[in-house]
């Protein structure tokens, strides 16, 4: 089956412009989740959907980002406008659910990220 | 709340040396425990898993132990490989909370020849 792609790669872009981040999960996969790294540091939680709801955006740093999901199917990440401290990578993941404790875990499979420096 | 640490890197070593990279947890619920490891340009991929206590993930010649008494999930390997160099994650993730994993700051592993 096809993994998690995500793209652009890379985007370079200067302060105050706006950028567009998509990510196509895994054909089935429900779960789609947002996480960022910046700087060498960890990786952290931006936000998960399940198909087109947004079921946690608990980690979105502000609301210069809007994630979408429209259709349950890919998901787009926007900042707007973006900011030197936005740069970093961008990861998106999906899963089917799993069970719970004892049993299998939620098992994530990530794309390969989109990094974006921000000038 | 929940948190993951992992000891700093780089870490260098020489190939055929024995690796440990460290990692504790700290979870308000019972958590499933991760490795995820990034080869140089490229993903996230999964290493390896453990589910409940005790339980030993491997793969690759790579092994942790989910131990619950000392919070702890290291991660080993007996001989590495210069192919083995690559950043490596722990992350936990809490059952019920909607899948999302939260992870360790990263370490980066570089083997010499």
């Known amino acids: 089956e096809a993994g998690v792609t995500q793209f652009p790669s890379h985007s370079v872009i200067e302060k105050g412009q706006t950028v567009t981040l998509r990510c196509d999960p895994i054909?089935?996969?429900?779960?789609l989740y947002w996480y960022r790294r910046v700087m060498g540091k960890e990786i952290k939680f931006l936000l998960h959907?399940?198909?087109?709801?947004?079921?946690?955006e608990s980690g979105m740093p502000n609301n210069r980002f809007l994630a979408e999901r429209t259709g349950g199917t890919y998901s787009t990440l926007k900042v707007q406008p973006a900011e030197l401290e936005d740069s970093g990578v961008y990861f998106c993941?999906?899963?089917?659910f799993g069970g719970g404790p004892g049993g299998g875990a939620n098992v994530l499979t990530f794309g390969a990220g989109s990094r974006l420096t921000v000038l | 709340g929940n948190s993951v640490t992992q000891m700093e890197g780089p870490v260098t070593l020489s190939e055929e040396a024995f690796l440990t990279i460290n990692c504790t947890y700290t979870a308000t619920g019972y958590p499933s425990l991760f490795w995820y490891v990034q080869y140089p340009g490229e993903g996230l991929q999964l290493l390896l898993k453990a589910t409940k206590a005790d339980d030993k993930g491997s793969n690759k010649g790579f092994e942790a132990t989910y131990r619950k008494e000392t919070t702890s999930f290291h991660l080993e390997k007996g001989s590495v490989q210069v192919s083995d160099s690559a950043v490596y994650f722990c992350a936990l993730q809490i059952y019920n909370q909607g899948g999302k994993l939260i992870f360790g700051q990263g370490t980066e592993l570089s083997v010499k020849p």
């Open positions: 993941a999906s899963s089917k």
């Open positions: 054909s089935g996969h429900d779960n």
């Open positions: 959907f399940v198909k087109e709801s947004k079921q946690d």
